[in-house]
Every structure is written in structure tokens, then in C-alpha cells.
């Protein structure tokens, strides 16, 4: 079974920064994507980071330039960097694995970890 392991989450002021761990039962390379969502109260989970198959990462806008995926293949792990934080980056953060099995997408979470920033 892929199990997807985040840490890193925390209290943090507005203007500082996280890195948020995300670390794979297996190797990272079984999957064809990783990647970061976040869902905040009383909004739908959303796009934070992730790669694409043509090995590129892709950002949100409201997170373009203040944080940073990345990965340790020897570790089979991921991160997310976070700088500049603000307030509205406030959310549960979770790890996401995508692997093509044939002609299906299956998807991997993590539990879930919580950012808090606070103003």
C-alpha cells in the first residue's frame, strides 16, 4: 500500500517560513506526479505545487514566488519551502502522489498537515 507521511506543519508568523516533509512508502520515481494541496475552512482543496509529467512544476498564483517544491529521491521524500508567509496560506496541507495505472489516474494523500499564520 502507498502511504504518504507529511511533517513540517506548525504556528508560524505572518512573514516566515515552513518546509513541509512529504515522505513515500516507495520510490518516488513509481509515481508520474507529486505534489502539494491545501484546503483553508470553508474552501474547496486546491492546487499548491506539483509536477508534471513533463517533469516541470507548477505553482499558484497567490504562491508563485514565495514557495518552492523539491525532492530528495534518495530519501524518497518531497518539500515545500515556504517563505513570506501570510495569513491566507492558513490551511491543511496534503501530499499528493499520481500514478497512470493503465488508463486510470489513482491518487495518494497524505494525512494532512496543518500551517497556521498568523497576522
Known amino acids: 500500500q502507498v502511504q504518504l507521511v507529511e511533517s513540517g506543519g506548525g504556528l508560524v508568523q505572518a512573514g516566515g517560513s515552513l518546509r513541509l516533509s512529504c515522505a513515500a512508502s516507495?520510490?518516488?520515481?513509481?509515481?508520474?506526479?507529486m505534489g502539494w494541496y491545501r484546503q483553508a475552512p470553508g474552501k474547496q482543496r486546491e492546487l499548491v505545487a506539483a509536477?508534471?509529467?513533463?517533469?516541470?512544476?507548477n505553482y499558484a498564483d497567490s504562491v508563485s514566488g514565495r514557495f518552492t517544491f523539491s525532492r530528495d529521491n534518495a530519501k524518497n521524500t518531497v518539500y515545500l519551502q515556504m517563505n513570506s508567509l501570510k495569513p491566507e496560506d492558513t490551511a491543511v496541507y496534503y501530499c499528493?502522489?499520481?500514478?497512470?495505472?493503465?488508463?486510470?489516474?489513482?491518487?495518494?494523500w497524505g494525512q494532512g498537515t496543518q500551517v497556521t499564520v498568523s497576522s
Open positions: 499528493n502522489a499520481k500514478r497512470m495505472v493503465l488508463y486510470t489516474t489513482r491518487d495518494y
Open positions: 516507495g520510490s518516488i520515481f513509481s509515481f508520474n506526479t
Open positions: 509536477t508534471t509529467t513533463g517533469g516541470s512544476t
